[in-house]
């Protein structure tokens, strides 16, 4: 569960934020991940215009980096310059996030898989 930026900063729909996975670097699983984003406030998934609440391995309209990588976008409008696909809407307020691993493998089982931090961009 995150609810920190990379600075240690609380997240908020105040700001955009940046949620990269390098080439080769995806959650290690056997099944699918997915990443969901909760209320600060309410721990309630939250509603918003296109009415997604997670992203993962499986969401559809999901764009890889050119590299393999993976860049997921955070922030309360649609983003300009990323792909739409890759848009997880937050809320004007506080709000985090749950990153679930389904049959995780190796480095999730034995903690040695990092995970990437949670960067505030400027939207």
Same mark, same amino acid.
């Given at each position: 569960?995150?609810?920190?930026?990379?600075?240690? *900063?609380?997240?908020?729909?105040?700001? &955009?934020?940046?949620?990269?996975?390098?080439?080769?670097? $995806?959650?290690?699983?056997? &099944?699918?991940? #997915?990443? @969901? !984003?909760?209320?600060?406030? @309410?721990?309630?998934?939250?509603?918003? /215009?296109?009415?997604?609440?997670?992203? =993962?391995?499986? #969401?559809? =309209?999901?764009?890889?980096?050119?590299?393999?990588? $993976?860049? $997921?976008?955070?922030?309360? %409008?649609?983003?300009? &310059? &990323? /792909? *739409?696909?890759?848009?997880?809407? @937050?809320? *004007?307020?506080?709000?985090?996030? !749950?990153?679930?691993?389904? !049959? /995780?493998?190796?480095?999730? $089982? %034995?903690? #040695?898989?990092?995970?990437? @931090?949670?960067?505030?961009?400027? #939207?």
């Amino acid at each position: 569960m995150a609810l920190h930026d990379a600075q240690g *900063q609380a997240l908020t729909g105040q700001h &955009a934020y940046r949620l990269h996975f390098p080439a080769g670097q $995806l959650p290690p699983v056997n &099944a699918f991940w #997915s990443l @969901t !984003l909760y209320d600060g406030k @309410t721990q309630l998934l939250v509603a918003n /215009p296109i009415q997604r609440y997670a992203l =993962g391995d499986r #969401s559809p =309209g999901l764009q890889y980096d050119a590299d393999g990588g $993976l860049t $997921l976008i955070l922030q309360a %409008d649609a983003p300009k &310059a &990323a /792909p *739409q696909g890759n848009w997880l809407p @937050t809320p *004007q307020g506080p709000f985090n996030l !749950l990153l679930r691993l389904y !049959l /995780p493998r190796g480095g999730a $089982l %034995d903690g #040695s898989y990092q995970l990437p @931090t949670i960067t505030r961009i400027e #939207s």
